[in-house]
């Protein structure tokens, strides 16, 4: 019998929340059970495994993301918009750390396709139309914009840059003016 007021999205949000809380490595259905004072058993019926329940904290995560991007680049373009997307990459991973981790999740093709990973790719792909890039540059610049937002990102957050001066906001903006002037003189291939 299926326990009154489970739901796979209610689940969800709760390992969401949980793992913002313990850490993504952490969620477990056991976990999860605990929090809601269940037996394991009655969380199948909506969860195939701790497996399965990252992956939707992932999916959930990316579509949050994804929304926050959206909302903060409408309207923006060149270094604008690449200061706003690159904000809210940091700002979802200070507030929501477990979520966070989660985006990084490796998805199954069929899963990934199906999820918002394909807008955050689209919205990269529209922020870097505003600096003219054509193929392969522009596959390039989205490989360096993720590994440079994520780079700084986990180091900060893992504590990294706490052990010195200048503050990490200050340092934030540099790379990001950084970005803009290489994104805006990029560099012709190495013969």
Known sequence: ????????????????????????????????????????????????????????????????????????????????????????????????PGRYAATQTRLDPETAAAGAGVRHSRMTRALLRGYDLAEPDQTHAVRLLGSVFHGYVSLEMGGGFSHSAPDTQVTWERVLDSLDALLRNWPEPCP
């Open 1 to 96: 019998m299926v326990r009154a007021g489970l739901t796979t999205e209610r689940l969800t949000r709760a390992g969401a929340e949980l793992a913002d809380e313990v850490g993504f490595d952490q969620v477990t259905v056991s976990a999860l059970a605990r929090r809601f004072d269940v037996k394991v058993a009655s969380l199948y019926s909506h969860l195939r495994n701790s497996q399965d329940l990252k992956t939707k904290i992932a999916l959930l995560a990316l579509e949050e993301l994804a929304d926050r991007a959206a909302e903060a680049l409408a309207g923006r373009s060149g270094k604008d918009a690449l200061t706003a997307f690159a904000n809210v990459y940091r700002d979802y991973a200070r507030e929501h």
